[in-house]
């Protein structure tokens, strides 16, 4: 089994639902991360949590919220999906306790396509 | 503020041939730099890192990169290419101050050529 897996791997939505996608690890990581990426754009950081009762924003957080259910489960939320939300999603997990300078690992990423 | 550069979106080599894959950072402090490999459909796999030790840092599959503070580089190559190496390439910068957060690069498609 993996170690970090997100749900759905792919979402076809139409534009003002709400969807959640969710990521779950059983690496046993303190801190968990919600990535977007875009053609040519790389990976950009969308919220990230250092534990259940620490959430913080990224660099492009509006339109989206997170919760962090438990230490290995961290979901993020679409409230009202619009069309130029629809990209390739990842979640991610580092140990802190190993200090800042470690790796993350990576799920396999959920496409979304909102229509 | 961090940021990465990755020069060139796209780099096409023959099967056997040099990889050379560019990245340059920005950072005010001392970074830890590291560089992922993406294959279609699957997440970002963690090739190497550099956290300040050897500068010459060596990772899987046969790439290496190196870092070079007087550039601000840190290069991924691999001496030979093989038809498995085509994937997306991601290089990232994160330091001491920045809690783990990662500033990736525009990624780098390399393409191999039998």
């Known amino acids: 089994d993996a170690d970090v897996t997100q749900t759905p791997r792919n979402r076809i939505t139409k534009t003002g639902k709400r969807i959640m996608l969710e990521c779950s690890q059983t690496?046993?990581?303190?801190?968990m991360y919600w990535y977007r990426q875009d053609p040519g754009l790389g990976l950009r950081l969308i919220y990230y949590?250092?534990?259940?009762?620490?959430?913080n924003k990224g660099e492009i957080s509006d339109g989206y919220s997170v919760s962090r259910q438990a230490q290995a489960k961290f979901s993020l939320s679409l409230e009202s999906a619009i069309p130029n939300q629809t990209a390739l999603y990842f979640c991610?997990?580092?140990?802190?306790?190993?200090?800042?300078?470690?790796?993350?690992?990576f799920g396999d990423g959920t496409r979304l396509s909102i229509l | 503020a961090q940021s990465v550069t990755q020069l060139g979106s796209h780099v096409s080599v023959s099967e056997g041939a040099l990889v050379l894959l560019r990245c340059n950072y920005s950072s005010s402090v001392p970074p830890y730099l590291f560089w992922y490999v993406q294959y279609p459909n699957q997440g970002l796999q963690l090739l190497l890192k550099?956290?300040?030790?050897?500068?010459l840092v060596k990772g899987i599959n046969g790439f290496e990169a190196e870092f070079k503070k007087s550039e601000t580089s840190f290069h991924l190559t691999k001496p030979s290419a093989h038809m498995s190496d085509a994937a997306e390439y991601f290089c990232?910068?994160?330091?001491?101050?920045?809690?783990?957060?990662?500033?990736f690069g525009q990624g780098t498609e390399l393409s191999v050529k039998p």
């Open positions: 949590s250092f534990d259940v009762k620490d959430i």
């Open positions: 991610a997990t580092s140990d802190h306790r190993q200090g800042d300078n470690q790796p993350q690992h």
């Open positions: 550099y956290t300040s030790a050897a500068t």
């Open positions: 690496k046993g990581h303190d801190r």
């Open positions: 990232a910068v994160t330091s001491y101050n920045q809690g783990g957060k990662l500033i």
